[in-house]
């Protein structure tokens, strides 16, 4: 195996540019390596073997794994989450990019973003527990009040008997 060693290269060309290998070709760093900034490859792909992309990080800087499914694709991640007290002061269990909750009244709650979404197109699932008693049927349905916006949600929840309640327990993921 050949080595090079330098401390700097330089680019010959008025673009700047600095091409190692051939398309296809793939570059080892060794253990504890690191890349400095402003390096920005076409794409990234961690293999686990040399025939199948377990990650990846694509051109378009989609990422993309495979575990276990048999092909690589797009992932697409939980761009929020919260899980949260309805009842008296509402009050925010844990949370992932929720910066708040607004208590609209009985039922009826605002989640607030820390960093708003890239556009109002994401997909909302809501979850509920109205009674915390394990050995009641008693559930409460969330719906979303008004349309989704890129810096909040808004949800009610009510009661089988279509009475809106708040409720002990209220999650929220959104995807996008």
């Keep these: 195996m050949s080595h090079v060693k330098t401390d700097k290269l330089s680019a ?18 060794g253990s504890g390596a690191t890349v400095d900034s402003g390096f920005t490859p076409a794409a990234i792909s961690i293999n686990a073997s040399a025939s199948s992309g377990a990650l990846a990080i694509d051109a378009s800087d989609n ?4 575990s276990g499914y048999g092909s690589t694709a797009t992932a697409y991640g939980c761009r929020a989450w919260v899980n949260f007290n309805g009842t008296g002061t509402v009050a925010i269990r844990d ?9 609209n009244g009985t039922g009826d709650y605002t989640v607030n973003f820390t960093t708003a979404m890239p556009d109002a197109n994401y997909s ?3 979850g509920t527990r109205f009674n915390v008693d394990a050995t009641s049927t008693e559930f409460a349905a ?7 916006s890129t810096s909040s949600i808004r949800m009610r929840t009510l009661f089988p008997t279509i009475a809106y309640v708040d409720v002990p327990y209220a999650c929220v993921a959104i995807f996008r």
């Design 63 to 66: 990422l993309q794994f495979d």
């Design 124 to 126: 909302f699932v809501f």
């Design 12 to 29: 010959r060309t008025a673009s700047g540019t600095i091409t190692l290998g051939e398309s296809g070709e793939t570059f080892a760093l």
């Design 142 to 148: 969330a719906s979303s009040q008004t349309n989704p």
């Design 95 to 103: 949370s992932g990019n929720v910066s708040s909750i607004t208590d």
